[in-house]
């Protein structure tokens, strides 16, 4: 499918990198173009290639990476025969390109505007102050507050979101004609996504910009995407415009990560997952790469590579079966059984007026000059067998609250109750005792367990520590059949305990991470952000095997998240945090439903929604979160909100009690 007057060419591109003596194939032959304006989206699993092309495209492959064939023409000009010292023309300049992971990319010592002013330098011939006053304004546009301050910190003192903000703004600041985002939104939260969003959108259409969007999030595909390729195994096997791949997805791989997603509609059935793995570099089948993996897999399939074939206009799929019928999801209901489980019995946890305060010290002395307020007074109950999500935007405390539960920081005030029995102020031994009832499962399993320890070693641990069935003192077979039961139980294999953490893929090391938390029988995990890092499919296997979990076990959660459509998915009641406040919380239906706090209905407007059109009216929030340390007096929303008064400005207001389990922290609720 040609693109007329293409801004970039790439023809037949094939990507390597040599383990030993072998070269193995990354990409292998892929074709693309994209014109001027235009955005094209590169979608798929983990391990498919899409960084790799990016990386290709502007010469950036590591040193054991090799271009083994194929063309990349950017207006005509061949960028592959180009030498280095012109090739460094083009980056940054005519091409720019934001990185997934800014905590690496930035120069940790160097400061937010020397690493800009290169650009600007550079490409842009700006210096002094025309240069500062540049950055500034770059800075104000990625949607970063008091920007003259920010110019002078070190990436370390940045969020991770402001990092990645910082990481667009340098993209932007060469005004590329090109630009090439590698999940340029992951680690934000959804008003900050929604903000990059337009302003990319914004800056797109004022340049006539080219951009090639690399992303497993369908909500921001159907929102940014113009056209989209569906990456499998280092090829495309779908190629479409935008109405045509949310309209008719024809690829048995497109279709199965669409049902892949958590949605409301499939609240209480199992989500569909794709069985095994994106195949190794190194046992590429001779057929089609997706054939062990399809659900409508034929005999060609193993043993002929299929060729392109059109099904509309600028709609292309590689795939021989010819089929048209969706993918469907399972019916199998786990949430009846979880309902049962937990109804009519009395909360587990009750949290009641939850501060942490973390002391400001300056000077010599390290005086007291103030506190930041990461969490200011939140109360909370969980029931058997229930998940309460905990959203909210970066820097509201959620994660504060999971770790004050587990007394790994100590509160300042307030009271957690686990059955009953008071944590505040546990020591030693009866602390250890009680968090036998409570575990947690980290956002990154690869940076949360040990990766000097066997699998089995990790999940026989805390058993050991806390004196549970797999003692020092127990039979090694007694201890090993403990460790294969819960591998089982989360789905993996028995042998897997004798394997070390980095011989696993993400979704695997989750499971190992929630086998670990599962081995000492708690009867509530704190999950925090255990899928936003995981594509959609390896999603959906972590989301059917909680829910399993909560069902057999009676196992409560509390789930800290910003993803929307997990919060849809999976929990019961949702409580929304900002500024070290819960400011309304409820059962899932009336929050997500009938938001009643403005807070709450901008963060559910910002949500992109993987379909065309949602109908959805756009909250646009001004600025960033207000510091902990000083925050706004009367309603710490009010700098944002569009509707606040003078009331909201004088006085923090109380929680009105909507219903029975419906309650709101607004002077106005429901007026919005």
Not at 371 to 389: E, F, K, M
Not at 447 to 469: F, H, K, Q, T, W
Not at 577 to 594: C, D, H, K, S
Not at 645 to 664: F, G, K, M, Y
Request: glycine share 10%; net charge positive; proline share 6%.
């Amino acid at each position: 499918m040609p693109t007329a007057n293409p801004l970039l060419s790439v023809t037949d591109l094939r990507l390597g990198f040599r383990t030993g003596k072998a070269m193995l194939a990354a990409v292998d032959g892929i074709s693309f173009a994209i014109a001027g304006g235009e955005t094209f989206a590169l979608l798929g699993e983990s391990g498919c290639g899409k960084s790799v092309t990016a990386q290709g495209i502007l010469r950036l492959l590591p040193n054991a990476g090799q271009v083994l064939g194929g063309s990349v023409r950017f207006k005509g000009e061949e960028l592959l025969a180009l030498p280095e010292a012109a090739m460094r023309g083009w980056r940054g300049g005519r091409i720019a390109m934001i990185f997934q992971e800014p905590a690496t990319s930035l120069n940790p010592v160097l400061t937010v505007g020397r690493q800009i002013g290169e650009v600007l330098e550079r490409h842009r011939a700006l210096k002094g102050e025309p240069a500062r006053r540049r950055m500034i304004e770059l800075l104000r546009q990625v949607g970063i507050a008091d920007p003259e301050r920010r110019l002078d910190e070190y990436p370390f003192q940045l969020s991770g979101g402001m990092k990645q903000r910082v990481m667009i703004a340098i993209a932007l600041a060469g005004e590329p004609e090109l630009l090439i985002a590698d999940e340029p939104t992951t680690a934000l939260d959804v008003t900050v996504q929604a903000q990059i969003l337009d302003l990319l959108a914004g800056i797109q259409s004022d340049r006539g910009m080219g951009m090639l969007l690399i992303t497993h999030d369908l909500g921001v595909v159907a929102r940014m995407a113009h056209r989209i390729g569906v990456m499998y195994a280092g090829e495309l096997v779908e190629v479409a415009g935008r109405e045509d791949f949310f309209g008719a997805p024809r690829h048995p791989y497109t279709q199965a990560l669409f049902a892949a997603l958590p949605e409301v509609s499939r609240r209480g059935h199992k989500l569909l997952t794709i069985p095994g793995q994106v195949p190794s570099l190194a046992a590429m089948p001779a057929g089609c790469r997706f054939a062990e993996r399809c659900p409508q897999v034929m005999a060609i399939c193993r043993e002929q590579s299929p060729d392109w074939r059109p099904v509309a206009d600028r709609h292309q799929v590689r795939c021989h079966w010819q089929g048209t019928a969706n993918v469907t999801t399972p019916l199998e209901s786990v949430a009846e059984a979880a309902e049962a489980v937990a109804k009519g019995r009395a909360a587990f946890l009750e949290v009641a007026g939850l501060k942490v305060h973390f002391p400001i010290r300056k000077g010599i002395l390290q005086r007291t000059v103030g506190h930041v307020r990461a969490v200011d007074g939140v109360s909370l109950a969980i029931a058997p067998g229930r998940t309460l999500a905990l959203v909210g935007e970066s820097g509201c405390g959620k994660t504060t609250v999971g770790k004050a539960l587990l007394q790994l920081i100590a509160p300042s005030a307030g009271s957690v109750l686990l059955a009953g029995a008071e944590l505040v102020g546990l020591r030693g031994r009866r602390l250890r005792a009680a968090r036998r009832q409570m575990q947690m499962v980290f956002q990154d399993p690869f940076a949360s367990l040990n990766p000097r320890l066997r699998v089995g070693e990790i999940i026989a641990e805390g058993m050991a520590a806390l004196g549970l069935g797999a003692e020092r003192s127990a039979a090694p077979a007694a201890r090993a059949a403990a460790v294969s039961a819960l591998l089982r139980q989360v789905g993996l294999p028995a042998e897997a305990a004798e394997r070390f953490p980095h011989e696993f893929s993400g979704g695997q090391r989750q499971r190992v991470a929630i086998a670990r938390a599962l081995a000492v029988q708690p009867q509530l995990l704190i999950c925090d952000e255990p899928t936003s890092a995981l594509d959609v499919s390896v999603q959906a296997q972590i989301l059917n095997l909680l829910k399993t979990l909560q069902a057999d076990l009676g196992v409560a959660y509390l789930f800290i998240t910003h993803n929307f459509a997990v919060v849809e998915y999976l929990a019961h009641d949702v409580a929304v945090m900002y500024l070290g406040r819960i400011v309304e919380q409820g059962r899932a239906e009336e929050v997500l439903g009938a938001p009643l706090h403005p807070y709450t209905q901008a963060l559910l407007s910002a949500v992109p929604a993987p379909r065309l059109e949602d109908g959805r009216e756009r909250i646009r929030l001004a600025g960033e979160t207000p510091s902990p340390a000083k925050p706004p007096a009367g309603c710490h929303f009010h700098p944002r909100c569009p509707k606040a008064t003078d009331l909201c400005r004088q006085t923090w207001p109380e929680t009105t009690a909507i219903s029975a389990t419906h309650r709101v922290a607004c002077h106005w609720p429901g007026r919005y």
